[in-house]
């Protein structure tokens, strides 16, 4: 089984930053494609940036230019970082990857969510 946690949700001001982790944990081969979500209550599942095996990032246009999502295979985390952040940025983020199990199967997780949120 695969779980994936992420953690560096918080509060902050407008024009502050944070950076959510999330690191998977228990038995598969690796990650391969990683993306960041959120989700606003009330409205659908946003797609805020994903990343593949090889490092090629794409971005949602509400937030290029001021997130950042990376990732660490060694660790097997992945990371946004979050800049210049906007009340609007306020949201539940998730992650979720695309895992190689040990059945040699690609099968999707998601993680349980982080709140962001952005307020003076």
């Known amino acids: 089984q695969v779980q994936l946690v992420e953690s560096g949700g918080g509060a902050v001001q407008p024009g502050g930053s944070l950076r959510l982790s999330c690191a998977a944990s228990g038995t598969f081969f690796n990650l391969n494609f990683v993306g960041w979500h959120r989700q606003v209550p009330g409205k659908q599942r946003e797609l805020v940036a994903t990343?593949?095996?090889?490092?090629?990032?794409n971005y949602a246009d509400s937030v290029k230019g001021r997130f950042t999502i990376s990732r660490d295979n060694a660790k097997n985390t992945a990371y946004l970082q979050m800049n210049s952040l906007k009340p609007e940025d306020t949201a539940v983020y998730y992650c979720n990857a695309l895992v190689l199990t040990i059945a040699r199967m690609y099968e999707n997780y998601w993680g349980q969510g982080t709140q962001v949120t952005v307020s003076s």
């Open positions: 990343i593949s095996s090889g490092g090629d990032t």
